[in-house]
């Protein structure tokens, strides 16, 4: 049996996670699920490691750690600190050591839609992704009903773990993977193909479908997961 610990993304929640937890454990596996403090404006990448440490406290030293989108920052430091089996990159980004990632996302072509722009900044710096514009980027290929149900649970994000530099030196040498979301509308599969294998030293695997498999089609990432964990 193996435990998946699983990381969710940004403005998303351990709500997103709903569908693919009871695929995992009926296929024999165990699942857990993080809520990362995304509205905390103080909260950096030191805050972040530490909700998910919280939770790898009831996993075990051999958890497989499956960091989706924004969470992929944090998944290397999580893996520099803590005891793990695995790390499953599901179209995430990869931090550069000693970079912040928010000054990359322009030069890199990180961004499949260019939807920063459109995010609704608050008073306390915090942005809410519009509602409108969550089925296309997130949820491209998921049903109607199931983009209205996802995109009424976003929250809000803040920017602070993204303007934080990646305190490693260097990566990490726990065993990798890294999923390339192949219609992803979030993160240009592209840039994800490229630094999986510039920044892990990893071949990618591909997954047909947008940015939320989870939603869209949690058998099929199910399956995956175990393939690659070596369940």
Known sequence: MTTFVLVHGAWHGSWCW???????EARGH?????DLPIADPTAGVDEYVQAVAAVLADAGDDAVLV?????GLIAPVVADRHALA???YLGAMLPVPGDAVLERLGPE??????FMPSLEIGDDGTSTFPVALAGDVFYSDCTPEDREW?????????FTVTLEPCPLTTMPSVASDYIVLSDDATLSPEWCRKVARERLGVE??????GHSPFVAKPAELADLLVALSGG
């Open 18 to 24: 709903e569908r693919l937890v009871p695929e995992l």
């Open 30 to 34: 165990r699942a857990l699920t993080v």
């Open 86 to 88: 695995r790390v499953i």
């Open 150 to 158: 996802a995109a009424a649970q976003l929250g809000h994000q803040s």
């Open 67 to 71: 960091a989706h989108s924004l969470s």
């Open 204 to 209: 990618p695997h591909e997954l047909a479908g």
């Open 109 to 114: 072509g990180v961004l499949a839609t260019d």
